[in-house]
């Protein structure tokens, strides 16, 4: 089976078992034994619930330090478009990024430049005749990954074009490239990231060589050094022109930035993981069958909800739509089209491997063996009282019956079970008491004689 790495991990010391991220989980990814809980990694997409929700602090995103900028020569931060959103509206885009350029960093160029040659780019994507309807944004990659997980007969609908941070960092090393001023080798590029998913992208090693010409260093989590810069922002020597983007570029942060780009078509934007799966059990059943484009973001409002961020993902929304329509009344300059075209006509960002299903862990190698399994899983699941309450460490009584059934779980890890085990007892030592034991020697008793 692929190799998978994961940004989300456990910290087992403050986990208490409470089972409350088992039951947020949208893949059914987590398990509760020995009162710790577990995570399936085939099932994982990285999307943030569990951390979100967990109340004990317990599960973590896996991000890199500030420090490891010091491995490059020059270093270049590329922070997401949800960074502008932690910050009040009176700190300007050249304060905001300055202060983050302060942290150390060579240069800083916005996500929200990727972002816009992106967003330019979907019109001609769209019309691209691979995919079946509606395309689907490829933009959040926890629902890239929920599809191949949950939805395997969408993912030939996944738009096949870079993310705005992939775009971006290559972009950034195609100039630098240019230039000549420094190897590939000596650049480190940093993407300042709002969620664990993202990260979990940057994390991965890249598929081919085609793809390292997207080469990103690390991933910061914003939250992790959100402090350093709001120390900077006061003192820092603030970059004429270091902000170069455009409103609908950095309201990519916010649930529908990336529709805007399609003017007249029947798109649909949604939020919150949960809201995603109810769409796309829609769009599988073909109950969608007029709406051209979906985006889903696996985080309430967009990237803004993002669990590595720090600010209250509506106050981040408020403050971001009010430096769009404040920057709409002045003359906003985009990007020529002559200039995405070429980009887009080069290759440079497109996809070049297939988005595929993700296969499950198989039941069986066997064929036969896994047959049998799925008879007994399915009679298993009869027997279980359906309430799918999770008291048994598992999601559900059907990942019970399949837990039982892999020898990872029992039946009387079902509380319903064990009690009725119990009662059965109970009755049977009860019966046994009141039944004199054969082995048992009779009482000599002395005759009795009458006068």
Known sequence: MEKLLHSVYLDEEKCLGCTTCLRSCP???????????????SKCIDCGECIRICPHHAKLAKTDPLSLI??????????????IGQFKTKYSFENILSAIKALGFDEVVEVAYGAEVVGQALKYEYHAKRYPKPLISSACPAVVKLIQVRFPELTDNICRLKSPMAMTARLVRKRLR?????????????????????ATMVNNPASSEYDKYDQ????????????????????????????????????????????????????????GIQNVINVLDEIECGKLDT???????????????????????????????????????????HMPDEYVKS???????????????????????????AIEK??????????????????????????????????????????????????????????????????????????????
């Open 27 to 41: 893949t059914g990814a987590i398990r509760v034994r020995g009162g710790k809980a577990i995570i399936n990694e």
């Open 291 to 333: 709406i051209e484009f979906f985006e889903g973001l696996a985080c309430i409002g967009g990237c803004v909800g993002g669990c590595l961020t720090v600010e209250n993902n509506y106050v981040a929304k408020m403050y971001i739509q009010d430096r769009a329509k404040k920057m709409k009344q002045t003359s906003t300059i």
């Open 374 to 451: 799925m008879k007994q899983i399915e009679i298993l699941e009869e027997k279980l009282p359906g309430l799918d309450c999770g008291s048994c460490g598992s999601p559900g009584c059907r990942a019970l019956a399949e837990d039982i059934v892999a020898g990872k779980a029992k039946e009387i890890d079902c509380v319903f079970v064990l009690k009725d085990r119990v009662r059965d007892l109970s009755v049977l030592t009860n019966e046994l008491l009141q039944v004199e034991h054969p082995t048992e020697k009779p009482v000599n008793k002395k005759p009795e004689f009458s006068e």
């Open 178 to 198: 240019d230039e000549g001023n420094y190897k590939n080798s000596e650049i480190g590029v940093f993407f300042i990231t709002p969620c664990a998913a993202k």
């Open 343 to 369: 980009i887009y006509n080069s290759g440079m960002m497109h996809i070049k491997e297939r988005i595929l299903p993700r296969s499950p862990e198989p039941l069986d190698q066997d064929i036969n063996k």
């Open 70 to 83: 010091n491995d490059f020569k020059y270093k270049v931060a590329i922070p997401a478009p949800a960074i």
């Open 216 to 271: 990103i260093d690390g991933a910061i989590a914003i939250k992790d050094i959100y402090p350093d810069i709001v120390k900077n922002l006061n003192d820092c020597n603030i970059q004429e022109g270091i902000h170069n983007t455009t409103p609908e570029a950095f309201s990519w942060a916010l649930s529908g930035g990336e529709c805007e780009y399609l003017k007249n078509k029947n798109v649909l934007h949604v939020d």
